[in-house]
Each structure stands twice: as structure tokens, then as C-alpha cells.
Nanobody
Framework: QVQFVESGGGLVQPGGSLRLSCEVS????????MGWYRQAPGKQRELVAG???????NYADSVKGRFTISRDNAKNTVPLQMTSLKSEDTAVYYC?????????WGQGTQVTVSS
């Protein structure tokens, strides 16, 4: 099994920046494509950014140009740098494999963008 532990969320003003981190347990982290997902109240969980094992990235149109996903295979971490944050970015953010392992969702980390 694997475990995903998210951290770094908080309250930030519109236009501000925030860095999230995902720590992944297990010995085969380097073979997984990874992703950051988010879920706002009343909405479905959506993929916002993904990164393959060799570093290729993809982003949802809503965050393209503002968010940057990366990975450190030596440390088993997947940071998400978020800039120019908007109120619509408010959600609980989760990391997982991409495509996700549905039985292994973590607690997520709350991001609230408000003035």
C-alpha cells in the first residue's frame, strides 16, 4: 500500500502565493505519475496538475500559468507552487497517483483564498 500526506494549506489573500507539499510513502514512488486534485464544497474532485515519472507536466486550464507541479523522487515529495491565487481556488487539495488510487486518498489540506 501507499500513503499520501498533504501539507501547506492555509488562508491567503487573492493574488497571493502558497506552496503545498505531498509526501508519499512506499518504495515505488518513482514509477508513478502523480497529481494534485482539489474539491470544493458541492463540487466533484478535479485534477489540477499532473506530473509523470520522468517530469512531464499537465495542468487544468483553470490553473495553467499560475500553478507549478514538480517532484523530488529522492525525497518522495510532490510540491505544488500556487501563485496569483483567486477565490475560485478555494478547496481542499489532495495528492494521489494519476490516475488516482481511489482507496488511498489522504486527508487533504485546506486552501482558502479570501480578502
Amino acid at each position: 500500500q501507499v500513503q499520501f500526506v498533504e501539507s501547506g494549506g492555509g488562508l491567503v489573500q487573492p493574488g497571493g502565493s502558497l506552496r503545498l507539499s505531498c509526501e508519499v510513502s512506499g518504495s515505488i514512488f518513482s514509477v508513478y505519475s502523480m497529481g494534485w486534485y482539489r474539491q470544493a464544497p458541492g463540487k466533484q474532485r478535479e485534477l489540477v496538475a499532473g506530473i509523470t515519472s520522468d517530469g512531464n507536466t499537465n495542468y487544468a486550464d483553470s490553473v495553467k500559468g499560475r500553478f507549478t507541479i514538480s517532484r523530488d523522487n529522492a525525497k518522495n515529495t510532490v510540491p505544488l507552487q500556487m501563485t496569483s491565487l483567486k477565490s475560485e481556488d478555494t478547496a481542499v487539495y489532495y495528492c494521489n497517483a494519476e490516475p488516482p488510487l481511489y482507496n488511498y486518498w489522504g486527508q487533504g489540506t485546506q486552501v482558502t483564498v479570501s480578502s
